[in-house]
């Protein structure tokens, strides 16, 4: 499922690729015909982060004070795990934890 | 368990319909009423929130010259856009300009400078920018090569308060606005709570503070979530993002900042606010009917011997800092001066007290720390 990524606030600085923007294509998991949030962020953890990755995952979610959206939607608003994706979705994931 | 499954979907792809307009599709859920609200609906609320509080408190008054204190950050980044739109639209009559301190911190200040230049262009307000360098003769840099990385941002902070009052002073501000949110000031109860700061824990819930001073401060975003100030930067972005190619706020942590004390009770209030987002107004609720005893004896705001800004001893907490710094003795004025005197002096007397403390002591209560 081609997706695009977008990530601010600092958490753009924990990927292996240091820039806001990525473009990818998540696979389903065997038998699955669909991808979840849950299931995108276990990919990105394994896949886009480079280091210290509990910035970002707290648990099997975002560590609070990350905010998601979904085609600029609160994610909040889609289910926020449960939510499920489709092709071409837009999700920004952006960290307030750095303060302004 | 299906139809749940099936509802879920539903809901996914038939959107809701925000709760205001009852027309569009909602895109946010507000951490403080829980309304699911459509993205026009919360640009309106949002600017009529910050509208009432500055009209309910007086913030300001016609005429009034308004330093805003800029970090580049997204909070003074919104702040500097809401406050030149309301006093716009409603007339406010405020001189507003942007102030930004630069801690001469290579890496990290020089480039969200450039972020506040950005913004003067763009919201049309004057800049003035003072350094630690010109106003102390030490940039942060230097003072970390000299201190290491332990009291440096103490150094900063007490350099920082003072640096945006003189900045204002330079440019004859009434008044300075600060873009702290409420997520900021629950985190601050917290941690004046957590070292029995008294005094501060008293003051840090006003929305104005040093009425009685030179230049008082203002936090328009008193009851701002920050969730809310982070989607209102994106809409920023996004809608400028064609006239400046690339104007992203700046977000990088300070490079100095990791031992800050201050993301512990950051952490903290996120993780509260996942379970019940009214937690952050409520700690500031609490924080706010604080009633401290009228028999505690309160440090007495007086002015510093040696520069004049306000302290309660004799010369003010940067003053004390800086004559550490250029004797090269810059642990000075860091810790807790005042009880290490306290014990010299009066050694006797604490011998005296010892015993009467032992019985209720942590130390006999729960016996030894060393497991």
Redesign the interface.
Known sequence: MRLTLEF???LE?LLKESV?LHQVDVTQKSGEDKVTMRDLLSWVKGNLIKERPEMFIKGDSV???V?V?IN???W????NL???LEEKDMI?F??????? | METIQAL??V??TT??VCSLCNQR?????RPKTLE?IC?ECFYNVFEDEIHRVIIENNLFKPGERVAIGA?G????TVLAYVLSELNRRHNYGLDLFLLSVDEGITGYRDDSLETVKRNELQYGLPLKIVSYKELYGWTMDEIVKAIGLKNNCTFCGVFRRQALDRGAALIQADKIVT?H?A??IAETVLLNILRGDIARLSRCTDITTGENGPIPRCKPFKYAY??E???KT?SLTLSTYAYFKKL?YF???CIYSPNAYR?FA??FI??L??IRPSAILDIIRSGENFRISTTTRMPEQGTCQRCGYISSQKLCKACVLLDGLNRGLPKLGIGRKKECTRENSNNQEQIKRNPENKGPSLHSKHGNIEF
């Not at chain 1, 909040?76 to 289910?79: A, I, P």
């Open positions: 601010g606030g600092g600085l806001k560590r609070p004070g905010l959206l600029d939607c609160d909040e608003l889609c289910g449960d939510a499920e920004v952006i960290s307030t934890l750095h303060g302004g | 879920e979907k809901k996914r959107a809701r599709k909602a895109a946010l859920k699911q993205i970090s950050g997204k909070d003074s873009g949110n997520d900021d920050e969730k100030i982070e989607v994106k992203d977000s990088t942590e993301g950051r952490e996120k993780d606010e996942r």
